[in-house]
């Protein structure tokens, strides 16, 4: 059975910083790259970053510089560390596999206002 656990979200000021953690079923994680996706307010989901089974990172361009992602594969969790929010950063961030799964945890809810 697929699991996937989306933690970490919340409301920030622009400027600040949150880590975004997920917790996958091993089935899926060791055998996967693992990606961070959102869903901004009327638009559709989007990919924001991908970490590959040896750890190579990629970044879309909206985000490079600011978001890093990265694996514990002892624990079977995926990360994304963001800094410098901005308002526009708000939306549902999900992980999934990359490509990803039909299967959606409940994702985390970033909020960026003042």
Same mark, same amino acid.
């Given at each position: =059975?697929?699991? /996937?656990?989306?933690?970490?979200?919340?409301?920030? @000021?622009?400027? *600040?910083? /949150?880590?975004? $953690?997920?917790?996958? $079923?091993? $089935?899926?994680?060791?055998?996967?790259?693992? *990606? +961070?996706?959102? =869903?901004?307010? &009327?638009?559709?989901?989007? /990919?924001?970053?991908?970490? &590959?089974? *040896?750890?190579?990172?990629?970044?879309?361009?909206? +985000?490079?510089?600011?978001?890093?992602?990265?694996? #514990?594969?002892?624990?079977?969790?995926?990360? /994304? @560390?963001?800094?410098s929010l901005k308002?526009? #950063?708000?939306?549902?961030?999900?992980?999934?596999?990359?490509? %990803?799964?039909?299967? +959606? &945890?409940? *994702?985390?809810?970033?909020?960026?206002? %003042?």
């Open positions: =059975q697929v699991q /996937l656990v989306e933690s970490g979200g919340g409301l920030v @000021q622009p400027g *600040g910083s /949150l880590r975004l $953690s997920c917790a996958a $079923s091993g $089935s899926i994680f060791s055998i996967n790259a693992m *990606g +961070w996706y959102r =869903q901004a307010p &009327g638009k559709q989901r989007e /990919l924001v970053a991908v970490i &590959g089974t *040896g750890g190579k990172t990629t970044v879309a361009h909206s +985000w490079k510089g600011r978001f890093t992602i990265s694996r #514990d594969n002892a624990k079977n969790t995926v990360y /994304l @560390q963001m800094n308002p526009e #950063d708000t939306a549902v961030y999900y992980c999934n596999t990359y490509p %990803s799964y039909t299967y +959606w &945890g409940q *994702g985390t809810q970033v909020t960026v206002s %003042s």
